[in-house]
Every structure is written in structure tokens, then in C-alpha cells.
């Protein structure tokens, strides 16, 4: 059985850091690809970063490039999401999620098949 455990979230003021991470269980995490996403009140789920499998490639959403970092620790079937420079409109549920293809390098939310529960971000102005 496939688990996605997300951590992390919480409420902190503009400006701020946060460290999300996502604990992975149940499949061969260092050969999947890994994303995070968010979706706000309203709005649609859209991709925040993605990682390949061995760390060295990643993607950014322009809304979060220089602010947020997307790493991986394949030892510990970890993948983290560190978020600086936090503002207002970071706010929204975080989830991690994993590739239906697991090697497939996308941003695509459909090609998600397996996700986490989620964890609250909210910034305050």
C-alpha cells in the first residue's frame, strides 16, 4: 500500500520559512519522480516543484522560483519543499504527490496518481 505523509505546515507571518516534508511508503521511491502541489480556497490544484529521481533535475513554478528549494533524500524516502520569502498568496493545503509513470518528469497534476493527505500553509500579512 502506497503512503504519502506530509509534515510541516503550520501559520507564520509574511516573510517567513517553512520545511514541508512528505514520508513515503510502499513503492520504490528512489526511481519515482515526486511533487508538490497546492490548491487554495477556490482554485484549481497547481504544481509548486517537482523533483526527479536522483535530485538533479527540478522544476519550479514561476510564482515560487528563488523562494522555495525542492530536495530529496532517497535514503530516507523523504522529499522536503524548504519555502522562504513567504507571502499571503503562499497560503493553501500542500500535498506531495508521485507519478503514475514513476520515472515521467512532469508537472502535470492528472499524471499524479498517488497523494498525501495535504498540510495547511497559511501566511499572514
Known amino acids: 500500500q502506497v503512503q504519502l505523509v506530509e509534515s510541516g505546515g503550520g501559520l507564520v507571518q509574511a516573510g517567513g520559512s517553512l520545511r514541508l516534508s512528505c514520508a513515503v511508503s510502499?513503492?520504490?521511491?528512489?526511481?519515482?519522480?515526486m511533487g508538490w502541489f497546492r490548491q487554495a480556497p477556490g482554485k484549481e490544484r497547481e504544481v509548486v516543484a517537482v523533483i526527479e529521481w536522483s535530485g538533479g533535475t527540478t522544476y519550479y513554478a514561476d510564482s515560487v522560483k528563488g523562494r522555495f528549494t525542492i530536495s530529496r533524500d532517497n535514503a530516507k524516502n523523504t522529499v522536503y519543499l524548504q519555502m522562504n520569502s513567504l507571502k499571503p498568496e503562499d497560503t493553501a493545503v500542500y500535498y506531495c504527490?508521485?507519478?503514475?509513470?514513476?520515472?515521467?518528469?512532469?508537472?502535470?497534476?492528472?499524471?499524479?496518481?498517488?497523494w498525501g493527505q495535504g498540510t495547511q500553509v497559511t501566511v499572514s500579512s
Open positions: 504527490a508521485a507519478p503514475s509513470k514513476y520515472l515521467s518528469f512532469t508537472s502535470t497534476p492528472s499524471e499524479y496518481i498517488h
Open positions: 510502499g513503492l520504490a521511491f528512489r526511481i519515482v519522480t
